[in-house]
């Protein structure tokens, strides 16, 4: 059976940082792309990033280009979101996806999620 469960959200002030943890089980995190997605307040899903098998490729979305950092440690299944500069407009619940997601999210997140709130 397929577990994520997202960590490491919080209370951070404009311009500050979070890393963000994603621990997976039930299957082989090195076979498989992985997707943080976000939620913000009445909107939709957002595909944030996604990050290649072998960690060595990754996709950012506009809004977070050069801000945000995606990770994976594949010998402890964890994937990561280093969020660097965060701005309001990055506040939402966070959630890891087992595939690549680039534009469209059409699932439902198999995490509870972990909530990141910028506010001053």
Known sequence: E???VESGGGLV???GSLRL???ASGFTLSKDAMTWVRQAPGK?????SVSMPDGRGAYYSPSVKGRFTI???NTENMLYLHMNNLNT????????AKGAYYTNY?????GQGTQVTVSS
């Open 71 to 73: 990770s994976r440690d």
């Open 21 to 23: 943890s994603c621990a």
């Open 106 to 110: 059409p699932d439902t997140p198999q």
């Open 44 to 48: 939709g899903f957002e595909c944030v």
């Open 13 to 15: 002030q404009p311009g």
């Open 2 to 4: 397929v577990q994520l």
């Open 89 to 96: 407009e990055d506040t939402a619940m966070y959630y890891c």
